[in-house]
């Protein structure tokens, strides 16, 4: 079944107790991104990846760092999360052609993390 | 900045009336605008992609317009049903915001009472 999958999907942490989020997909996709969604505010373009390698900012990019060391895997690192990262995250891929922001996005099924 | 505004509020329809929900952008000249469908808890499910070149599209009981004169979408459920019941995003991208980015409005959520 082509999916996207995201681990943890619940996540209560402290402020400052580095954390991985991860996401992966089965589709062979090019482009992954991860989104932050609060409410009123919708979803948010964290970074977004077009390749192996090939990472970039987006929105809002601060406190967040990712890396893409293979086609399938996009992790999100939160190096000392703070409070006001708490939210719901979502991971996302799309076959990448010309750009990959006009594909259809598959989402992942979210984590909600909490930061105390 | 790109701004996308969609009706915060609730819209609330009767069981086999249409769904009209609306999306407007500013400070943006697009090349795509998608729709798509959110549950509760659950990750966004893509409906439909209209192209800037493009007036209308259907997919069953589902259809967008896109207005770059205007600077609009809407989108419309014909023949609800409860199951449509759920927060519907439109995002743009392409154009003047470039192809690697996708920009979402906030939502609007749909009721659709039997």
């Known amino acids: 079944e082509a999916q996207v999958t995201q681990n943890p999907r619940y996540l209560i942490t402290v402020t400052g107790k580095k954390l991985t989020v991860t996401c992966s997909q089965n589709?062979?996709?090019?482009?992954m991104s991860w989104y932050r969604q609060d409410p009123g505010l919708g979803l948010r373009q964290i970074y977004y990846?077009?390749?192996?390698?090939?990472?970039d900012k987006g929105d809002v990019p601060e406190g967040y760092k990712v890396s893409r060391k293979e086609k399938r895997n996009f992790p999100l690192i939160l190096e000392s999360p703070s409070p006001n990262q708490t939210s719901l995250y979502f991971c996302?891929?799309?076959?990448?052609?010309?750009?990959?922001?006009?594909?259809?996005?598959?989402f992942g099924p979210g984590t909600r993390l909490t930061v105390l | 900045s790109q701004k996308i505004e969609q009706n915060s509020e609730a819209l609330n329809i009767q069981e086999g009336k249409t769904a009209t929900l609306t999306c407007n952008y500013t400070?943006?000249?697009?090349?795509?605008l998608q729709w798509y469908r959110q549950d509760p808890g659950r990750g966004p499910v893509f409906l439909l992609l209209?192209?800037?070149?493009?007036k209308e599209k259907r997919k069953e009981r589902l259809k967008v317009t896109f207005d770059t004169t205007l600077k609009q979408s809407l989108f419309h459920i014909t023949a609800s049903q409860p199951a449509d019941s759920a927060t519907y995003l439109c995002a743009l991208s392409g154009g003047s915001g470039g192809y690697n980015k996708l920009i979402f409005g906030a939502g609007t959520r749909l009721a659709v009472h039997p």
């Open positions: 400070n943006y000249s697009p090349a795509y």
């Open positions: 589709m062979n996709h090019e482009y």
């Open positions: 990846s077009m390749n192996v390698e090939v990472t």
């Open positions: 209209i192209r800037e070149n493009e």
């Open positions: 996302a891929s799309s076959p990448g052609t010309s750009g990959g922001g006009h594909d259809t996005q598959y």
